[in-house]
């Protein structure tokens, strides 16, 4: 690996998204070849000939809940006869889609289908993970409306509201723009920094917009008005602001907001964000922090270049520090991001009206979540690998995962959290299981480093960007590219899925938004 002395510098000409850390893309790794895939699966179909029925269990991803005793079911039966089945045994009273999971790989059509293909075992009673779906279906990207020009340097920054209904993005030329999705045209031009644009947040509640820039200042924005919050810029730092990270909507009190910051400085710091104070200072890192999340249980995890993770409660104490990489720390995920991202809000982009409602309506969507999957983290690195935490328990990694043949760049948990999805400098995007950590596919299909991956809301598609100027969406239940989408005229810095599922939007090198539709 290439020295942190002769690393190309953030942003510089030419420098890539992530930039900001140093890195360059590198070679990608050569696809591998699996033979005889006909012949195994002819075999399979001839030992499950004679099998017409199987015993097994339905249970959570994590295991410890089952829905009811073990069954015998039919070989044939199909996801839509297991939905039924399972909503009889859990007695739901307004019945729920659900997917149905062996050895991570989906029952699609029969059950049948998937035993053999898994060469499961029909001696022993088998195990069949239920996950709820979305009650929605997102419909694929498949054009792009509007290309959007105004930015007059690379576009670095994507960033949908909670609802789904406003557009902020960040550009090098140092400024912030708000975009009307109805018309697709420019809403504000927010100006104040004075260096490039490196991080974006929308508040949950979707009221004030956060910016971080290499400037070392947070500014906080009303999208409606597009003007500047009260007091100016938050100054604390003393180098580039490199993520944000907003207090969780059903942690906050009476209205009152709690932002974090990380900095290249070595630093994070939480902010009262009401009178524009720091509320405290998160230091015990020795390199820059390169990531940032506030979890639901109200822990802060920072991610640095001294190649730790460290777990921070709300007021600044030190909980654990986190070792194990070799290299860098470039990302953090939560397997509750989504719905903490979202807050309150629902798949229509709408939610209660006052403070009080939407603090209980984001209490509630939060503990279903981690009802069926409980808060994970997982940390991606410049030394080609992924660690998964468990943020609430000891130093320990659940499982450390590996397989990418270049430096990881972005990691991010399906909204349902049953997957991970990893983009690396390899050329690759893949998937693991989120509870485990298991690898479960490769995806190739671009030809230069992917920077970034997004989920679309029902976590059945999968969409990156990259160095080749393309934009892939992924099928995640075959695991195959579904479509692709070119159109920019240089790299794909930045990518984000609207919340309600209808939109993509997309910023790179070329300086232009580009908005993408069914």
């Given amino acids: 690996m290439t020295t942190k002395d002769t690393k190309k510098r953030p942003f510089e000409p030419e420098a890539p998204p992530g930039a900001w850390r140093g890195h360059e893309a590198g070679e990608g790794a050569n696809a591998t070849v699996e033979y005889g895939a006909a012949e195994k699966k002819q075999k399979a179909a001839e030992k499950y000939k004679d099998v017409q029925t199987v015993v097994a269990q339905l249970r959570t991803s994590d295991g410890e809940c089952e829905a009811g005793p073990p069954v015998e079911l039919p070989l044939d039966i199909t996801p839509a006869q297991l939905t039924k089945l399972l909503n009889d045994l859990l007695s739901n009273e307004d019945p729920q889609p659900y997917s149905f999971y062996i050895d991570e790989a989906e029952i699609l059509k029969k059950l049948r289908d998937t035993v053999e293909d898994k060469n499961a075992s029909v001696e022993e009673v088998l195990s069949i993970i239920y996950v709820p779906q979305a009650v929605f279906r997102v419909r694929a990207v498949t054009r792009c409306t509007a290309t959007l020009e105004g930015h007059s340097d690379a576009v670095v920054a994507v960033v949908f509201s909670p609802s789904g209904n406003t557009l902020a993005t960040g550009s090098g030329d140092a400024t912030v723009r708000l975009w009307d999705l109805s018309t697709e045209l420019p809403h504000h031009q927010m100006r104040g920094h004075k260096n490039w644009i490196l991080c974006l947040a929308f508040s949950p509640d979707g009221k004030w917009l956060a910016s971080g820039s290499m400037d070392g200042e ?189 430096l990881v760049n972005h990691v991010v948990f399906s909204p349902n959290g049953l997957f ?54 992924w099928d995640v239940a075959t695991k195959k590219q579904k479509l692709e989408l070119p159109g920019h005229a240089d790299e794909v810095f930045a990518v984000d899925w609207s919340p309600d599922g209808q939109k993509v939007a997309s910023g790179g090198k070329d300086r232009v938004l580009k908005m993408w539709r069914h």
């Fill in 218 to 406: 947070v500014r906080i924005w009303d999208p409606v008005t597009g003007k500047g919050r009260g007091g100016g810029a938050l100054k604390a730092h003393k180098k580039w602001v490199t993520a944000l990270a907003w207090e969780p909507l059903h942690s906050s009190q009476d209205s009152k907001w709690r932002l974090a910051s990380a900095s290249k400085d070595h630093k994070a710091t939480v902010w009262d964000v009401n009178n524009g104070r720091v509320a405290c200072s998160l230091s015990g890192h020795t390199a820059a922090v390169t990531a940032l999340k506030w979890g639901g249980q109200g822990l802060i995890f920072t991610g640095s270049q001294d190649r730790t993770v460290k777990v921070w409660a709300a007021d600044g104490k030190l909980v654990r520090t986190l070792q194990g990489h070799g290299h860098w720390v470039n990302t953090l995920a939560l397997s509750t991001d989504f719905v903490l991202r979202t807050g309150a809000f629902d798949h229509h982009g709408t939610c209660p009206a006052t403070h009080a409602e939407r603090v209980v309506k984001a209490q509630e969507r939060y503990n279903t979540v981690v009802k069926t999957c409980p808060e994970r983290l997982v940390s991606g690195s410049d030394d080609f690998t992924m660690f998964m935490w468990d943020p609430s328990e000891g130093k320990k990694p659940i499982t450390r995962m590996t397989g990418h043949v270049q």
């Fill in 420 to 473: 991970v999805a990893s983009a690396s400098f390899d050329r690759s995007v893949r998937l693991w299981d989120g509870s485990t950590g298991k690898f479960i596919a490769a995806m190739r299909g671009h030809v230069q480093a992917v920077y970034q991956v997004c989920w679309s809301a029902d976590s059945r598609l999968l969409l990156s960007g990259s160095k080749d100027s393309t934009l892939k969406l």
